[in-house]
């Protein structure tokens, strides 16, 4: 059974490491178009919303110019 002290340091820590996490997008997209930067964001392996989050865009947009590299990856693979 988790105790509340046990509750908060693991809420603190998913907090800390949500920060982590977006500081890191930040240097690896600032310099980058939102394509450039989504497609590698996505290969680092973040989902789509952390992804918009980071660049302020929407989902579908990350959708969309992440699409064509699901694709371009399963062509490489046959």
Excluded: F, Q, Y
């Amino acid at each position: 059974m988790k105790t509340p002290i046990d509750v908060r340091l693991l809420t603190d820590v998913k907090e800390r490491l949500d920060l982590v996490i977006n500081l890191l997008g930040l240097l690896v997209s600032s310099d980058r178009s939102i394509t450039e930067g989504a497609r590698a964001l996505k290969m680092a392996g973040l989902d789509n919303k952390t992804i918009a989050e980071i660049m302020n865009t929407t989902e579908g947009t990350i959708r969309t110019v992440t699409s064509n590299l699901r694709t371009r990856t399963s062509r490489r693979g046959r």
